[in-house]
């Protein structure tokens, strides 16, 4: 019951947060529920990672449905490359698929700053003993 409540009241923070990122001068925006691409696009926050690696994957096997699907996404696949192999706490976050994205070891919540990345636990939980 009580990590329920933590992770409602965590995953309302986050809506309130929007994050961004920038991949060459291209603006990523997102929350917990939704990405928005460069192109104004949304896609839910859960499957942008999959979705890009996915994409990613076929596009640079050459499959033209997958390089039209990125631009219109506003991305090109050096953008994509970029955001894959980058090394920046968020970044990384957002690129991996949901189920490999660091969370929470208390409450599961995906976690979006470099500190609780880093700790392992979201700022709520981390006050809780
Ligand atoms: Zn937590």
Redo the contacts with the bound molecule.
């Keep these: 019951m009580t ?1 329920l409540f ?2 409602l009241k ?1 995953a309302k923070m986050l809506s309130e947060d929007a994050m961004q990122i920038k991949v060459n001068d291209k603006l990523i925006k997102w929350n917990g529920r939704h990405v928005t691409l460069p192109s104004g696009r949304k896609i839910r926050t859960d499957w942008f990672g999959g979705q890009l690696q996915y994409i990613a994957k076929e596009a640079k096997a050459g499959y033209e449905s997958f390089l039209r699907e990125l631009k219109s996404w506003g991305l090109t696949l050096q953008d994509v490359e970029q955001l894959l192999e980058s090394d920046e706490p968020l970044t990384k976050q957002l690129s991996a698929r949901s189920n490999d994205r660091v969370r ?6 995906v ?1 979006w700053d470099p500190e609780s990345i880093r700790r392992g ?6 006050t809780r003993r």
């Design positions: 990590a933590i992770y965590e929470c070891s208390r409450c599961h919540a976690l636990m979201g700022p709520e939980c981390a």
